[in-house]
């Protein structure tokens, strides 16, 4: 399995050409979750994605500075060539914004009671008082960030209940 995608458009390239591509782009992968794709390669420009996922170390670059990186890394191994580069940055998911801090000024904005929620998700009371409470061991998960968050978006507009229908 290739560490950058569509390297066989790089037709023609050598093996060892290859191998250092691969390795140093399985550094930045390791290092800061960033992943390099080949979209184009004609005569003497080629085109590198590159994009950076989520990282453990929140390590995020700008697109400027994906750009250079793409420059570090190949540069040296295409001389004479012209680099077109396609940044793509790690955007943060709104939702990660949701904490149960944030759920209880939620409620208390629009003035949601607990028997609301309870009424409105299907969560019983002492699961969702254990998912709102901040000393909870194991913290929101992803899924249930995202049901909070649009849950309170929802609140702002009037959405009719199917019991409602």
Not at 16 to 24: D, G, H, N, P, T
Not at 56 to 62: D, H, I, L, S, V
Request: aromatic content about 10%; overall charge positive.
């Amino acid at each position: 399995m290739n560490i950058i995608k569509n390297l066989h458009k790089l037709d023609g390239a050598k093996p060892e050409l290859i191998k250092k591509m691969e390795f140093a782009a399985g550094l930045h992968r390791r290092n800061a979750a960033i992943t390099f794709k080949i979209v184009e390669y004609e005569h003497v420009t080629l085109t590198i994605q590159i994009a950076q996922g989520k990282s453990a170390a929140g390590n995020y670059f700008t697109d400027k500075r994906l750009i250079e990186i793409v420059h570090e890394t190949f540069d040296p191994l295409f001389p004479g060539y012209t680099m077109k580069v396609q940044p793509i940055a790690y955007k943060e998911s709104v939702v990660n914004k949701v904490t149960p801090e944030w759920i209880r000024h939620q409620m208390n904005e629009k003035g949601v009671k607990l028997k609301d929620m309870i009424e409105d998700t299907g969560i019983d009371k002492t699961q969702l008082s254990a998912l709102m409470s901040p000393t909870s061991p194991r913290g929101l998960s992803q899924p249930m960030k995202a049901l909070f968050y649009y849950y309170f978006l929802c609140k702002g507009k009037r959405v009719p209940l199917l019991s409602e229908k």
